[in-house]
């Protein structure tokens, strides 16, 4: 008597295939990094460093109550900031930029400011808001 063989069913017609491509899905996006936007991204420096900037290397920058950009005692616009820096850093790559902020100040101004630092790649660039404003 000739006994029957049950019939095997091949890796791509059983179940399998679809449990191993569950799990490699699942791998891939466990391991996957996820780029999240978590606002601005700046070097700060080391903590026990130490750089000495001169006064010839600062830029002063104001942002008044009403968000418009002081450079000198004098109204600036974004695009008129971005060349005075653009032509200090030609002649001096070691240039710092300092922007002290009215509490009062538009938002937006301010993060147009900052992104307008971090395009030019202003490696020494610091923010502070203005303690003794008049209201």
Do not use: C
Not at 32 to 44: E, P, R, T
Not at 49 to 57: A, G, P, Q, V
Not at 86 to 106: D, E, F, G, H, M
């Amino acid at each position: 008597m000739k006994l029957k063989r049950a019939h095997r069913l091949g890796f791509a017609e059983s179940s399998a295939a679809s449990d191993v491509a569950f799990l490699l899905i699942i791998y891939f996006i466990v391991i996957a990094g996820f780029n999240i936007n978590k606002g601005f991204l700046i070097n700060l420096p080391a903590k026990d460093s130490t750089r000495l900037i001169l006064r010839d290397d600062l830029m002063r920058f104001e942002i008044d109550g009403d968000g418009y950009v002081i450079y000198e005692s004098e109204l600036v616009g974004i695009p008129e900031a971005a060349n005075l820096i653009r032509s200090a850093q030609a002649a001096n790559p070691n240039i710092a930029v300092i922007l002290s902020i009215n509490p009062a100040a538009k938002w937006q101004r301010i993060v147009s400011f900052v992104e307008l630092a971090q395009d030019l790649q202003i490696d020494s660039f610091s923010f502070s808001m203005m303690k003794d404003v008049p209201q």
